[in-house]
């Protein structure tokens, strides 16, 4: 029995993804590689793109293939370490980072400069912008027409508002001086990382997988070719942004000469190409691309929270989820920032390395032992590279010594040969157990 549905649909769905997976970080992190890549800017983008587009599609990839959430990518592991892997990755893009990030970001480049009493009017914005979040996500089921029919369109036209002033009459030339020091690929790819969409495509695969059983697909190969071309509609619609946001940045040298980082750089420049009204319009596009993407994060959680602890329900896990967000949403983007870093040095290449063992898992003879025996020497140099970030002398110690060794340690992927050099002796031998689940 055929479950397709109309191309509209699929178009909407992809949308929505597009509009979930764009928010604060997307928004702010390419100015800046702009800026300081200057003539390394291609070498740098395409770092970029590889870790904030081309992960992200393979985590949405993995999904559709896989056919259900986060606990289908874990069910070779331990319970316990699924667990723990769901709590600290939900966590992460939920409550504690990612979500209140959204909420500080749309603040601090819409209404902050508004408000006199910037600590008061923070407060009342996050109460506002959580609010509006929470109204959205108890009703799952019109994802796709509160999201992928009515607010992704409006962000898209402010976009190429945007996008037509930055290409048609860029403020400066090119940078010709580049700020990076080291290897201008490997910068951008761990700029890459502070997008958080890897991480975020293993929870919002589920999310578009649910929107497309709600518009009737029931039938298997076309839930996962559904899901594939929402994830293709949204990494064109990514890659779009970031290239031009990037070109925007490197440009911006007259403009702002130095910038601390990309919020700032987005606000001169937009300001300058439109005047006051620019302000507005980046406000509008800014608040748009957070409020969907927070959204997107606390359905998820809901979703997931539901599922493993189900006392409180999804609308339950919902209301908590955004109360944490708005309170956390108060401690600034630069206090929040200290600890994500650190904290995404531990948790992405996990991540990663869980979405490559995904989309090989059905040509694995044993993927109990393949899982096991890859992930664990990933987690233990990701966590050691993670603490050393973060000040932790000892681990300072063994990730400048002994880690040093590694291949590309230098470039944040030293757990890659550890990785794949467990991946491969775990190829060795064993029984085809699981292949049939595959």
């Known amino acids: 029995m055929s479950s397709s549905i109309k191309a509209a649909d699929v178009t909407a769905v992809g949308l929505m993804t597009f509009a979930l997976f764009l928010g604060a970080g997307n928004m702010i992190f390419p100015p800046y590689l702009g800026q300081v890549a200057g003539p390394d800017l291609v070498v740098a983008i395409l770092g ?16 559709a293939r896989l056919g259900g959430g986060l606990s289908s990518f874990t069910r070779d592991l331990p319970s316990w370490v699924a667990m723990v892997v769901g709590l600290v990755l939900y966590l992460s893009i939920g409550p504690l980072f990612a979500a209140p990030r959204t909420g500080i970001v749309a603040w601090e480049m819409s209404f902050a400069g508004a408000f006199p009493d910037a600590e008061y009017g923070q407060m009342i914005y996050s109460i506002a912008f959580f609010g509006v979040t929470l109204l959205l996500c108890l009703f799952p089921g019109r994802l796709i027409d509160n999201i992928g029919k009515i607010i992704t369109p409006m962000l898209v036209l402010v976009l190429l508002a945007i996008a037509a002033g930055v290409f048609l009459f860029p403020l400066g030339e090119l940078g010709t001086v580049t700020g990076i020091k080291d290897s201008a690929f490997s910068w951008g790819f761990q700029q890459g990382y502070q997008t958080m969409d890897t991480l975020a495509s293993l929870a919002f695969g589920i999310v578009i997988i649910t929107a497309l059983r709600q518009r ?8 996962t070719r559904y899901t594939i071309t929402a994830g293709v509609i949204a990494a064109v619609g990514l890659a779009a942004v970031y290239l031009t946001l990037a070109y925007l940045g490197a440009t911006s040298h007259s403009v702002i000469p130095g910038a601390e980082n990309g919020a700032d750089i987005l606000t001169a420049y937009i300001e300058g190409l439109y005047g006051s009204w620019g302000t507005v319009l980046l406000g509008i596009s800014i608040t748009l691309a957070c409020l969907t993407t927070s959204v997107g994060l606390m359905t998820a959680c809901g979703e997931y929270f539901s599922e493993v602890l189900p006392m409180l329900g999804y609308r339950g896990w919902v209301i908590l989820c955004t109360l944490v967000s708005a309170l956390i949403a108060n401690v600034g983007l630069t206090q929040l920032l200290e600890v994500t870093i650190p904290a995404l040095l531990i948790i992405y290449p996990f991540a990663i390395a869980l979405i490559l063992l995904a989309l090989v898992r059905g040509f694995l ?18 966590l050691v590279d993670g603490l050393a970030a973060s000040g932790v002398t000892w681990a300072a110690g063994i990730s400048e010594g002994v880690l040093s060794w590694l291949p590309l340690h230098a470039d944040s992927l030293g757990w890659l040969a550890p990785g794949l050099a467990g991946f491969m002796l775990s190829l060795a031998g064993g029984s085809k157990e699981n292949l049939a689940e595959a």
């Open 48 to 63: 970029f793109l590889l870790t904030g587009v081309g992960l992200p599609l393979l985590g949405v990839i993995a999904t």
């Open 216 to 223: 009737g697909v029931t039938d298997k190969n076309e839930m």
């Open 365 to 382: 003879k044993s993927p109990i032992k393949t899982y096991m025996m890859t992930l664990l020497p990933v987690f233990v140099v990701g």
